[in-house]
């Protein structure tokens, strides 16, 4: 039975962690673009040795 609380404990930390680095990278401006990085690759620059 101990085993349980001391799991319950351990899952709970770690989702308290995953929450944390959540709003940590929200406010450093991690999602604030979602679109460009996603269609980055359609308009590959051509590189100058290729012409």
Do not use: Y
């Amino acid at each position: 039975m101990h085993i349980i609380f001391f799991l319950i404990a351990v899952s709970l930390l770690v989702a308290l962690g995953f929450l944390i680095s959540f709003f940590w990278a929200s406010r450093n401006g991690q999602f604030e673009d979602d679109c460009t990085p996603a269609m980055r690759m359609l308009f590959e620059e051509k590189d100058e040795s290729e012409e």
